[in-house]
């Protein structure tokens, strides 16, 4: 079984919106066992949507088709379904309820345009979208399923989970598709497919395993397809397992979960607390630890001293060190753990300090110079990194390889 899924509009082409739709839907679909076999954007335009239209169906069972449902002359998506399947332009009552209901709890005034939203192509059968204005259409067509959303993303995912989903599931017997990822720092990706030699080539052919990098991390995917998902699971629960064990000394989790989650489950297991010292990443690091619900059950706070003089004021790095050493240096990293300690009053603290450019390298502390520091009252780490990319991207590997100093220490 397969699927494509189509994006309308032209914010998308032009880069003035990023598609997080597709992502999310093929997440969904490959989760029931259909394989999205591609992924297409075109522009508003009637000839580029009925090309997608053809294209798609002619190999693909399912087609998702999101944007181009709103009221305005740009919104063509609907006039172009009606084109392409036919029938006569219907009012669907329910949604016009709906849609009155709406304009009058807010006290607004109803344009044609808005009451022209709850027209379909009575070729359609109709998803109720309880999320916005435009309903969801599901076409049939030559043995294919169409079904056409709005881009809105919390509007699509509604009718996604309300409608789509179930009826997919309904209509069409899939098989069983699992996926276990595995997250892994330190050893290069190179390295890691060579240590995995022999357990890859010994794969049955309907497990497969993937090399995903990801910012200081190399996450791999084990993918299994199966008749049922008891059976499918089971067997995939053991060779992720032989894996894991293969590459003991540079796991970081066995889920596919953000670096943030991941430190923070292992601080709620410990009963312990976290604050954050930054410099370079500018609070980054707090960023991504409170980005996880129920962080406050751990993390007590951030101190952001990005110049010296803060350095000095907050967190007590002597100005001989700064002097002597600069504030990218082991020296400084390590008074900064220990202040933020005695300021934060938290078990363990995690500081940074670094250039992440693209200015204010030297031939002796180039751009991409950091040092991370993560420590305790009684033990501690510093470790020296030298990244090789963009400033953005600096950050936020910065922040990744400190959280994991932390990781290790506990």
Same mark, same amino acid.
């Given at each position: 079984?397969?699927?494509?899924?189509?994006?309308?509009?032209?914010?998308?082409?032009?880069?003035?919106?990023?598609?997080?739709?597709?992502?999310?839907?093929?997440?969904?679909?490959?989760?029931?066992?259909?394989?999205?076999?591609?992924? &297409?954007?075109?522009?508003?335009?009637?000839?580029?949507?009925?090309?997608?239209?053809?294209?798609?169906?002619?190999?693909?069972?399912?087609?998702?088709?999101?944007?181009?449902?709103?009221?305005?002359?740009?919104?063509?998506?609907?006039?172009?379904?009606?084109?392409?399947?036919?029938?006569?332009?219907?009012?669907?009552?329910?949604?016009?309820?709906?849609?009155?209901?709406?304009?009058?709890?807010?006290?607004?005034?109803?344009?044609?345009?808005?009451?022209?939203?709850?027209?379909?192509?009575?070729?359609?059968?109709?998803?109720?979208?309880?999320?916005?204005?435009?309903?969801?259409?599901?076409?049939?067509?030559?043995?294919?399923?169409?079904?056409?959303?709005?881009?809105?993303?919390?509007?699509?995912?509604?009718?996604?989970?309300?409608?789509?989903?179930?009826?997919?599931?309904?209509?069409?017997?899939?098989?069983?598709?699992?996926?276990?990822?595995?997250?892994?720092?330190?050893?290069?990706?190179?390295?890691?497919?060579?240590?995995?030699?022999?357990?890859?080539?010994?794969?049955?052919?309907?497990?497969?395993?993937?090399?995903?990098?990801?910012?200081?991390?190399?996450?791999?995917?084990?993918?299994?397809?199966?008749?049922?998902?008891?059976?499918?699971?089971?067997?995939?629960?053991?060779?992720?397992?032989?894996?894991?064990?293969?590459?003991?000394?540079?796991? &970081?989790?066995?889920?596919?979960?953000?670096?943030?989650?991941?430190?923070?489950?292992?601080?709620?297991?410990?009963?312990?607390?976290?604050?954050?010292?930054?410099?370079?990443?500018?609070?980054?690091?707090?960023?991504?630890?409170?980005?996880?619900?129920?962080?406050?059950?751990?993390?007590?706070?951030?101190?952001?001293?990005?110049?010296?003089?803060?350095?000095?004021?907050?967190?007590?790095?002597?100005?001989?060190?700064?002097?002597?050493?600069?504030?990218?240096?082991?020296?400084?990293?390590?008074?900064?753990?220990?202040?933020?300690?005695?300021?934060?009053?938290?078990?363990?603290?995690?500081?940074?300090?670094?250039?992440?450019?693209?200015?204010?390298?030297?031939?002796?502390?180039?751009?991409?110079?950091?040092?991370?520091?993560?420590?305790?009252?009684?033990?501690?780490? &510093?470790?020296?990194?030298?990244?090789?990319?963009?400033?953005?991207?600096?950050?936020?590997?910065?922040?990744?390889?400190?959280?994991?100093?932390?990781?290790?220490?506990?």
């Amino acid at each position: 079984m397969t699927a494509s899924i189509i994006t309308i509009g032209d914010e998308l082409l032009i880069g003035q919106t990023i598609d997080t739709n597709s992502a999310w839907m093929a997440q969904q679909l490959n989760g029931m066992g259909i394989w999205v076999q591609r992924r &297409v954007a075109v522009g508003d335009t009637r000839e580029a949507i009925l090309d997608a239209l053809d294209a798609e169906s002619a190999t693909a069972d399912i087609i998702l088709i999101t944007g181009g449902l709103g009221p305005t002359a740009d919104d063509i998506t609907k006039p172009t379904l009606w084109e392409y399947f036919g029938g006569e332009m219907v009012q669907h009552e329910p949604t016009l309820q709906r849609l009155m209901q709406l304009f009058e709890s807010r006290g607004l005034p109803i344009l044609q345009r808005n009451i022209d939203q709850a027209l379909v192509p009575d070729s359609c059968t109709v998803l109720l979208n309880n999320w916005g204005l435009a309903p969801g259409m599901w076409f049939e067509k030559d043995g294919k399923v169409f079904v056409s959303m709005p881009g809105v993303p919390h509007e699509m995912k509604g009718i996604m989970q309300d409608h789509v989903i179930p009826r997919l599931q309904e209509q069409f017997q899939t098989k069983a598709v699992m996926h276990q990822t595995l997250l892994t720092s330190g050893m290069g990706e190179s390295f890691v497919a060579e240590k995995l030699l022999q357990f890859e080539a010994k794969l049955p052919p309907h497990i497969k395993l993937a090399y995903l990098p990801s910012y200081g991390l190399l996450k791999l995917r084990l993918t299994a397809l199966g008749e049922d998902k008891v059976s499918t699971a089971a067997e995939l629960s053991l060779l992720f397992h032989e894996m894991k064990d293969l590459l003991a000394e540079i796991v &970081v989790y066995d889920e596919d979960i953000p670096m943030g989650e991941v430190l923070g489950r292992l601080l709620k297991e410990k009963g312990k607390t976290v604050g954050t010292a930054e410099s370079c990443t500018g609070g980054y690091i707090a960023h991504n630890i409170t980005a996880v619900a129920g962080s406050s059950a751990y993390y007590t706070g951030s101190v952001v001293t990005y110049s010296n003089e803060m350095k000095m004021k907050m967190l007590g790095v002597s100005a001989a060190t700064l002097e002597a050493h600069g504030a990218v240096s082991e020296e400084t990293v390590r008074e900064m753990v220990t202040g933020a300690l005695k300021l934060l009053g938290t078990d363990y603290v995690i500081a940074v300090s670094g250039i992440m450019g693209p200015d204010g390298g030297s031939p002796e502390k180039p751009v991409g110079t950091v040092w991370v520091g993560a420590g305790s009252a009684e033990k501690m780490t &510093v470790v020296k990194f030298r990244l090789m990319y963009d400033r953005e991207r600096n950050i936020q590997m910065t922040a990744i390889y400190a959280m994991n100093e932390l990781r290790k220490l506990l």
